[in-house]
């Protein structure tokens, strides 16, 4: 299954941005999806996810994200508020295939998707 992910920018500190990810493809079932982020020289690191039941956020963002999930489109998003200039980063949407509402420890790790979107990139300016 491909993700895309859209609605990356820039925008000046402060601002906000709402990103987007939906399959492409043939339907599938996936109870958690999350977004990860790269910043140049960078490992790939956790911001939020969404299962059947929970929501978890990176600390650095707690407060000012907001993942959410439309079922029937199977649409995720992440509103981005207050962005900083240390949000700057390409982001990724990911998805785990099949109904497994993963918890905490394993929604917040990489290794735990099988699906992966193409990025968007988001920098954020002084």
């Known amino acids: 299954v491909q993700l895309q992910a859209s609605g990356g920018g820039l925008v000046q500190a402060g601002g906000s941005l709402r990103l987007s990810c939906a399959p492409s493809?043939?339907?599938?079932?996936?109870?958690?999806m999350g977004w990860f982020r790269q910043a140049p020289g960078k490992e790939r690191e956790f911001v939020a996810a969404?299962?059947?039941?929970?929501?978890y956020y990176a600390n650095s963002v707690k407060g000012r994200f907001t993942i959410s999930r439309d079922r029937a489109r199977n649409t995720l998003y992440l509103q981005m508020n207050s962005l900083k200039l240390e949000d700057s980063a390409v982001y990724y949407c990911?998805?785990?295939?099949?109904?497994?509402?993963?918890?905490?420890?394993?929604?917040?790790?990489?290794?735990?998707?099988?699906?992966w979107g193409q990025g968007t990139q988001v920098t954020v300016s002084s």
């Open positions: 969404r299962t059947s039941g929970s929501t």
């Open positions: 493809g043939r339907t599938f079932t996936s109870y958690t």
């Open positions: 990911a998805a785990k295939s099949g109904p497994h509402s993963l918890i905490a420890s394993t929604a917040t790790s990489a290794a735990s998707y099988d699906a």
